[in-house]
């Protein structure tokens, strides 16, 4: 059998010493010569420089990322903060302009009660009213056990709100002068003309209330002169506010006058009011309150 021949090899260190000094050498003609290898260059320009640029770009690229991430949980954090702040603050604003409203009612009530000091009254708060805008029926929190009795006049903001028809131990009802079964005698102020103030739930869309049988004889009522409740009333004390004349009419008997007045009493905004709880003495009458 013939017997094969062995592969001619070369030593791992042999080859290691061979490139090392191949090294060397190239180094020291480089040097020796001033050898800028230009094509090397040029070569290594057009290979490596692009690669290192996009290295560079991505690299980059990736460092303004992380950073707008970090800028935008810093803003997410700090718009966290904001609305916080901002939830409070508007709490806080509410709060201060239902004091300030508060402050407002209660200080209005004060100079009602100074117009009216010779009547004892007791404060209330509306708890409960009628379906609808106005505060044509409602409910206060005060009732017999605080002394409210039927037939009490209810006064509030700026003159008559109505009368109380209803009580409980804790609670009455109210039916104000704006009610369409309402009807106050009253009279013009300057002159004492008597006249009578109907509820219209239709006119108070208008902000207005009913006006009829005035006997302005001398023709000296205008617009903008005060309605109080007259001396004449069964059951209202004289000379609560009822509002301002807004227009007249001759009626079709010649003798009297219709119109229109505008009520002193916001009432599509009433919580709180005064109770007269003096009773007037009672007249018989069919006509009016």
Not at 174 to 181: E, L
């Amino acid at each position: 059998m013939k017997r094969r021949r062995d592969r001619f090899t070369i030593p791992s260190k042999y080859i290691l010493f061979a490139l090392t000094v191949l090294c060397v050498g190239t180094m020291s003609l480089s040097f020796l010569t001033n050898f800028d290898g230009g094509p090397l260059n040029t070569v290594a320009n057009y290979i490596f420089i692009p690669v290192q640029n996009g290295i560079n770009y991505t690299g980059n690229w990736l460092r303004s990322r992380v950073e707008n991430l970090e800028d935008l949980k810093e803003v997410k954090s700090e718009n966290e903060q904001l609305r916080e702040q901002i939830a409070e603050l508007t709490l806080q604003n509410n709060s201060l302009l239902q004091e300030r409203y508060e402050l407002q009612e209660l200080r209005a009530l004060y100079d009602l009660d100074n117009d009216y000091s010779g009547l004892e009254k007791i404060a209330a708060n509306v708890i409960g009213k009628d379906t609808g805008n106005w505060f044509n029926m409602f409910i206060i929190d005060k009732g017999s056990n605080d002394g409210i009795q039927v037939d009490m006049n209810v006064i509030a903001g700026g003159g008559l709100v109505g009368i109380v028809t209803k009580t409980g131990p804790d609670w009455a009802q109210v039916r104000s002068i704006i009610d369409d079964m309402s009807n106050v005698s009253a009279m013009v102020l300057k002159n004492s003309d008597l006249c009578y103030v109907r509820g219209n739930l239709e006119m108070m869309t208008e902000g207005t209330l009913q006006l009829h049988q005035l006997r302005d004889t001398d023709d000296e009522v205008e617009s903008g002169d005060k309605v109080v409740t007259s001396y004449a009333s069964a059951k209202y004390h004289k000379g609560i506010l009822i509002g301002y004349i807004n227009e007249l009419t001759m009626d079709a008997n010649n003798l009297t006058k219709s119109g229109s007045l505008t009520p002193a009493v916001d009432f599509e905004h009433l919580s709180t009011v005064l109770v007269i709880t003096d009773l007037k003495p009672q007249i018989n009458t069919e006509e009016a309150e």
